[in-house]
C-alpha cells in the first residue's frame, strides 16, 4: 500500500482547461493613445456667462469635413473634449481606446457623462493657428467642444495670442 502525498499535483488537472484558463496580456496601446492623459477633468461648464468661447473650425482627418463650432476655453480641464450629441449629428467618425480612461470633476467626484471610450481625430483651427489633436468624446452639456490646459499649453508655447 502507497501512501500518496498531499502535496502531490494531478497533471491531468493541470492542463483542465476551465481550471487554468490561458493568460492573456491587456491589448497594447496604439501611439496616438498613448499621448492621452491617463485620466481626464473638467473644471466647470460656466453658467453665469463669463466663459470664454472661441469660435474654431474643426476639420475630421479622415473625411476632411470642416465644421464651424464655438469652443469654451477650460483652463482647469486637462484634456480638450467634444460632444456626443455633436459628433454624431455630424457623423464624424470616432476611434475606440483600447481602455477607458476616467473622467473627474474639479470637485474629485466622477463626471455624470462617464469615462472617455472613444475620440475624434480632427485638425483644430483658430485663426492663424492650426494642430491636429484628439478630442475626447463625451456628453457635454450646451457645449459642442471645450479645448483646455492641453491646447492652451501647446497654443501659449507657440505665442499665440488668444483674444
Known amino acids: 500500500m502507497t501512501i500518496e502525498d498531499p502535496n502531490t499535483i494531478d497533471s491531468e488537472l493541470i492542463d483542465t482547461p476551465s481550471l487554468n484558463p490561458p493568460v492573456t496580456a491587456p491589448p497594447r496601446k496604439p501611439k496616438w493613445e498613448k499621448r492621452l492623459p491617463k485620466l481626464f477633468a473638467i473644471s466647470a461648464l460656466d453658467t453665469q456667462g463669463t466663459s470664454l468661447l472661441l469660435p474654431v473650425e474643426i476639420g475630421t482627418m479622415d473625411t476632411n469635413e470642416l465644421h464651424s463650432v464655438k469652443a469654451l476655453l477650460d483652463s482647469g480641464a486637462t484634456g480638450s473634449f467634444i460632444d456626443r450629441d455633436f459628433v454624431r449629428s455630424k457623423g464624424m467618425n470616432t476611434r475606440t481606446l483600447s ?9 474629485g467626484s466622477p463626471n455624470e457623462a462617464g469615462q472617455i471610450s472613444e475620440v475624434v481625430d480632427v485638425v483644430l483651427r483658430y485663426k492663424t ?8 468624446v463625451s456628453g457635454l452639456g450646451k457645449q459642442s467642444l471645450i479645448l483646455g490646459y492641453d491646447w492652451l499649453k501647446v497654443s501659449y508655447s507657440r505665442n499665440m495670442i488668444i483674444m
Open 99 to 107: 481602455h477607458n480612461i476616467p473622467v473627474f470633476n474639479v470637485d
Open 129 to 136: 493657428h492650426s494642430e491636429r489633436m484628439f478630442l475626447a
